[in-house]
């Protein structure tokens, strides 16, 4: 049994990378201050001592180089064997009465002070859990971007902020398929606690609601939002944007269809053969849209120009950008103008990405440049908060678990985010290359910034300060001693004061 337990303790954390150890001492003391400091921060959202209590320890778990940040390990980790916390963990996070839209709305402000600048980009994005049985809330034989096909899993959709500084999560909600509302899955229905007024919504209106809300708070100051094909299609998901009055510029699949001039309409009236038109339609003598795709392919060398989109571990990544002013397609009949940006690598010119954006005709290229490259964030992000915090190690199946589990989740990767810009100037900060997210679950793995524009650029060559919090029964050589100590120092007074 204990040489069980000393195998395991030398297992490396969820994200496969050993914790580093090159913070000096004053640091490791600094950083436990500005954890006790940071969940401070977060104390109206809990009613009650004992959920302040709980939410620290869970929170100190998801921080942890723990191989299985679930509710378990993290007590067996951070308390002992203790089955009354093991049970009073679990309440906290599939039951607790405490509002999961508090911590999210603390979350929006603390990154608006942090992070936020008028520039700032929100990036919409889904990503897929796979999960065993069907008792969870919203599971179904549905596309998981976490596998790359069709497989019984639950589908989040997120919301995450990116400017100059850094990036964190704003926002989530949990897409319940049409099945779920059907009369046969009642049962389902209230095992997992859903409340009754919630209505089925597509992804796209449910990332809708979410821009929404945060523009009507009016806490993060954002210009643009971006988004990959499957929300570019989606005309009611820009509409409600460009309503908003912000920047879209979200990518399009290759066979959306626009016109090169506003065609002529035909208004309601007498036909040629005496029957009258009930509906305004395109003149027949007006040419028909054709596809983004062909009309790209008719593009004059000249139209192609080469631009920075980002500094990389291996220099300058370059990429041709062509710009049009198109009219596009609603309902068979022309829409709005609108920019199309098109985007081809030096070395692939053949593969080619397509993007929309409402942006005013003033807007530069360098501007869209910059904002093309500003998806990539959501990729590591989720990256991040999968092989770090343990964003999908939870075994909760109601309604209410699921939002406090991703709630908890964004306030550890945000705490993190924010240990690296402490430590950003500090020698025993990890200056390398920020992870590769090309994994299936992330559709497009976009660049990132303009070398010389006026928008300020991103770093990518910053890893998540990955190197904190190991569990007070951790053994291994590589965490620094001075660690443990100062966590369980912490964890008691934390304990004491809340």
């Known amino acids: 049994m204990k040489r069980g337990k000393r195998i395991q303790s030398r297992r490396p954390p969820a994200s496969g990378r050993k914790p580093s150890s090159r913070l000096?001492?004053?640091?490791v003391v600094l950083s436990a201050k500005a954890l006790v400091e940071f969940q401070a921060l977060f104390a109206e959202v809990?009613?009650?001592?004992?959920?302040?209590?709980?939410?620290?320890?869970?929170?100190?778990?998801?921080?942890?180089?723990?191989?299985?940040?679930?509710?378990?390990?993290?007590?067996?980790?951070?308390?002992?064997?203790?089955?009354?916390?093991?049970?009073?963990?679990?309440?906290?996070?599939?039951?607790?009465?405490?509002?999961s839209r508090a911590m999210?709305?603390?979350?929006?402000?603390?990154?608006?002070?942090?992070?936020?600048?008028?520039?700032?980009?929100?990036?919409?994005?889904?990503s897929g859990f796979p999960k065993q049985g069907n008792d969870s809330v919203g599971v179904a034989r549905q596309y998981c971007g976490h596998l790359g096909k069709v497989a019984n899993c639950q589908e989040g959709v997120f919301l995450l902020y990116?400017?100059?500084?850094?990036?964190?999560?704003?926002?989530?909600?949990?897409?319940?398929?049409?099945?779920?509302?059907?009369?046969?899955?009642?049962?389902?229905?209230?095992?997992?606690?859903?409340?009754?007024?919630?209505?089925?919504?597509?992804e796209g209106e449910l990332a809708l609601e979410m821009i929404r809300g945060l523009t009507g708070r009016s806490i993060v100051p954002y210009r643009w939002v971006t988004a990959d094909e499957h929300f570019g299609q989606n005309l009611a998901f820009l509409q409600g944007i460009s309503a908003l009055g912000k920047w879209?510029?979200?990518?399009?699949?290759?066979?959306?269809?626009?016109?090169?001039?506003?065609?002529?309409?035909?208004?309601?009236?007498?036909?040629?053969?005496?029957?009258?038109?009930?509906?305004?339609?395109?003149?027949?003598?007006?040419?028909?849209?054709?596809?983004?795709?062909?009309?790209?392919?008719q593009l004059p060398r000249s139209a192609w120009k080469p631009y920075t989109i980002k500094e990389g571990g291996r220099g300058p990544l370059l990429a041709e950008f062509a710009f049009l002013?198109?009219?596009?397609?609603?309902?068979?009949?022309?829409?709005e103008r609108v920019w199309i940006i098109l985007r081809r690598t030096l070395s692939s010119p053949e593969i080619v990405k397509y993007y929309i954006s409402n942006a005013p005709t003033s807007c530069t290229p360098t501007q869209f440049v910059w904002a093309s490259g500003m998806r990539w964030p959501i990729e590591t992000a989720l990256?991040?908060?999968?092989?770090?915090?343990?964003?999908?190690?939870?075994?909760?199946?109601?309604?209410?678990?699921?939002?406090?589990?991703?709630?908890?989740?964004?306030?550890?990767?945000?705490?993190?985010?924010?240990?690296?810009?402490?430590?950003?100037?500090?020698?025993?900060?990890?200056?390398?290359?920020?992870?590769?997210?090309?994994?299936?679950?992330h559709r497009r793995r976009m660049p990132t910034t303009?070398?010389?524009?006026?928008?300020?650029?991103?770093?990518?060559?910053?890893?998540?300060?990955?190197?904190?919090?190991?569990?007070?029964?951790?053994?291994?050589?590589?965490?620094?001693?001075?660690?443990?100590?100062?966590?369980?120092?912490?964890?008691?007074?934390?304990?004491?004061?809340?």
């Open 248 to 297: 879209y510029l979200v990518e399009v699949p290759s066979d959306t269809r626009f016109w090169s001039r506003r065609p002529g309409l035909e208004l309601p009236g007498p036909g040629w053969l005496g029957r009258p038109r009930l509906y305004v339609r395109v003149a027949r003598s007006a040419p028909s849209p054709r596809e983004i795709r062909e009309i790209g392919k």
């Open 325 to 335: 002013r198109l009219v596009t397609v609603q309902d068979k009949l022309p829409g």
């Open 162 to 202: 990116a400017s100059q500084h850094s990036y964190a999560f704003l926002d989530e909600r949990l897409y319940l398929p049409e099945n779920w509302f059907e009369k046969e899955n009642q049962a389902r229905w209230r095992a997992c606690e859903i409340p009754k007024d919630v209505a089925f919504c597509t």
């Open 24 to 27: 000096a001492a004053r640091d």
């Open 383 to 441: 990256e991040e908060a999968k092989g770090e915090v343990g964003m999908d190690h939870y075994e909760t199946r109601t309604w209410r678990g699921w939002h406090h589990h991703m709630a908890q989740t964004f306030a550890a990767h945000l705490f993190l985010i924010h240990l690296r810009l402490l430590f950003k100037k500090k020698s025993g900060a990890d200056h390398c290359s920020s992870p590769c997210a090309d994994r299936p679950s």
């Open 104 to 126: 999210l709305w603390q979350i929006q402000a603390l990154s608006a002070r942090w992070l936020g600048t008028p520039d700032g980009v929100l990036i919409v994005d889904g």
């Open 450 to 498: 303009l070398r010389h524009h006026p928008y300020h650029p991103l770093s990518t060559m910053q890893k998540l300060c990955r190197l904190l919090f190991s569990s007070q029964t951790d053994t291994q050589k590589t965490s620094p001693p001075i660690l443990k100590t100062e966590i369980a120092r912490n964890l008691v007074v934390m304990k004491i004061s809340l």
């Open 46 to 99: 809990f009613q009650r001592r004992e959920q302040r209590w709980w939410w620290f320890l869970y929170l100190c778990g998801q921080l942890s180089n723990l191989e299985r940040k679930t509710i378990e390990p993290i007590v067996l980790g951070l308390q002992g064997a203790d089955t009354n916390a093991i049970r009073a963990l679990q309440h906290h996070i599939g039951q607790g009465h405490w509002d």
